[in-house]
Structure formats: structure tokens, C-alpha cells
């Protein structure tokens, strides 16, 4: 019996590397895969530099997509302050709200045994007197009075016994409440995750605006969606003029000031007309952001922001999204 089942577990364990054995040859063909094309990418790259005419191209399309990068990373610097900012203040009010509820229930405690522990006193006193009045019927024609004496006596023991146990189980109950941990903080809640979300998309049409006012918010798109070859940027003094507008777009990007203030206004604007598919979604329908020429949906008296970040997917939105 021993031999079989060292037979049958050798089995399993042969069984169990064969499928971890296929899964990793799986994995590796796979990585060969993913390796011939990054050198295919590579050898590409390396003729388009090689090439004078379109050299300079190659290098205005990954600086724009380093402004890409870059917008993407202060609009994530900007929604973790928010969310970080918000999730202190929402556990110091849950914190606080538990505390009082605590505070109160401690309250209802501590009256319920001060009435206990006054029972408890009054029966002790009451029983203190039927064994002071015991001790002097000491006659022998107190005998029948004794026996019924004795009787009340051993209820009244009963008695104080219960209140002392009441007394008992109400101090565990209120050790218990100043023992307890508070409830853990279950996170941001809806209306706030709403509010950060728009806050973030504000300022992605914020940094929109400021990348546009070189011209090249629609070229960084176009950048990250097409390949270096499918890209054609001119000659060698627009590449240039591409590349001096890039670095002032990532100079406005990093040192823009007053966002806040810039993005309130856009946050008022998108919390009045924003829309959400359900009652628990945390992120607004991109139709409902639309820009139409005439100004905002619903006839709005602020002029809506001309790019929809949250249907284009600007500087990778939707990663940075709370839901």
C-alpha cells in the first residue's frame, strides 16, 4: 500500500511538470516572439536615424511622446494629492463619527451601570437588614419567625447575587467599548470619487489648452497612436521648429501656475453638466462632456472646453480615473 501511494504521488508530481513544463516553453516561444519584433522596431528605428531626411522626424516623434509622458505624469501627480487629500479628510470624519458613536454608547453604558450598581447597593442593604433583624430574634418563641426569616434571607442572597452578576457583565460591556477598534475606513465615498474624477478631467483640458497654445496637442496625439514610420513632420527646419515648440510645451506643462483656481471653473462647469450612466458610476458619460459649437450641452452660459479629453483618452485619462 505504501509502494502505490508513493507510486501515485510520484505520478501526479511527473503530471504536475509536464503542464509547468509546456506552460514555460509556451512563455518562452512567446517571448521569443515579443523579442524578434522589438529588434524589427529596433533595426527600423535605427535606418530612419541613419537617414538624414528622416532622422529629425524620428526625433520629433518620441518628443512628442515624451510630452505625452510627461502631461500624463503631472495629471497623475495632480489626481494622487486630490484623492490623498480627500482620503485623510473622509478618515478623520469617519474616525471622528466613530468616536462619537462610541462616546454615546459608552454614555448609555455607563448609566445603565450606575442603575445596576444602585440595585446592586439597595439589595446588599436590604439584605444587610433581614440578617441585622435575624441576629436579634434570637428567642425561642422567635423560632417560627426565624424559619420564615431564613426563607426571605436566602431570596434576598439570590437577589443581590443577580444584581452583582448584572453589575459584572455591564463592566465587561463597558471595558469592551473602550477596548473595541474602530471600524476600518471603507474609502472615498461616491459623491467625493465624482467630484476628484471631474477635477481631473478639468485639468487634463487644462493641460490641453496649455499644449494647443504651441499646436500640438493633436500632433502628441497622433504621435502616440500611429508608428514612427506612418509619421511625416517635414523638413529639417520644421523638425526643428517642432522640436523648440515641443520643449516650451513641456516648460508651460511643468511650470503652469494657478491650476487650482483655472481648475475650479472647469470643475463647475463639468459638475453642472456632466451625466452618469447609473447611480454607482463614478465616471460621466463622454457625450455628456461634448463641446458643440454654439457652447456647452443644454445651452450653458460657460464655453465648454473644445477638447474631449474623456472620449479621446488624452494623456492616458482613463488609467488615472478613481472608480
Partial sequence: MQLFQNRAGLKKAYADLKDEFHLLRDRLKQQEGATIRIQEQLDALGELLADPATGYGALVFYQLRALWKTCHQRIAAFATELTTQQEAREAAKHAEDCEAERNVRRAAADERLAAAAAEADAKRSHQAALESELARLNAFWHYF????????????????????????????????????????????????????NLAIIGYAELVCEHVDAFGLTVRTKEAMARRVQEMNFGGRGDCEGYMQRVQKAISAVVNQRQVNSAVKVKLERLRAHCEYRNSADTVPTADSLAYTPTGPARGASTIASPWNVLAEDYWDLYTLLLR
Fill in 145 to 196: 419567625r426565624r424559619r420564615a426569616l431564613h426563607k426571605t434571607l436566602a431570596a434576598a442572597r439570590d437577589e443581590v447575587v443577580t444584581a452583582e452578576a448584572v453589575v459584572g457583565h455591564l463592566h465587561a460591556e463597558r471595558r469592551a467599548i473602550d477596548t473595541e477598534a474602530l471600524p476600518p475606513f471603507p474609502g472615498i465615498s461616491l459623491n467625493a470619487r465624482r467630484n476628484i
